[in-house]
């Protein structure tokens, strides 16, 4: 049985940064994707099992980063220069397949969520 757990949210200003972990139960590719109030829930990056390759969003690319530590099975998101459209429940998600694209079907498990309030 996969598990993943998020933290980390909270509530920070504009401008201001944001790291969130997820802590999984094995080493599998991972994604993150968010959902705003009202919105459908949206791709936000991932990275491939080993670490060497990332994908994002255009709506995030050089704001936020991805990496992960395989010694501890965790995957983070840097959050920076975050902007009040950023606010949203972060999800991370875990393709067994290896294949960290950025199709939401394509994850088998998800963790419960956290989250990330920006304020301007």
């Known amino acids: 049985q996969v598990q993943l757990v998020e933290s980390g949210g909270g509530l920070v200003q504009a401008g201001g940064s944001l790291r969130l972990s997820c802590a999984a139960s094995g080493r599998y590719a991972m994604g993150w994707f968010r959902q705003a109030p009202g919105k459908e829930r949206e791709f936000v990056g991932s990275i491939s099992w080993s670490g060497v390759y990332t994908n994002y969003a255009d709506s995030v690319k050089g704001r936020f980063a991805i990496s992960r530590d395989n010694t501890k099975n965790t995957v983070y998101l840097q959050m920076n220069s975050l902007k009040s459209e950023d606010t949203a429940v972060y999800y991370c998600?875990?393709?067994?397949?290896?294949?960290?694209?950025?199709?939401?079907?394509?994850?088998?498990?998800w963790g419960q969520g956290t989250q990330v309030t920006v304020s301007s």
């Open positions: 998600a875990a393709d067994l397949k290896g294949r960290y694209t950025d199709r939401e079907m394509e994850y088998e498990y």
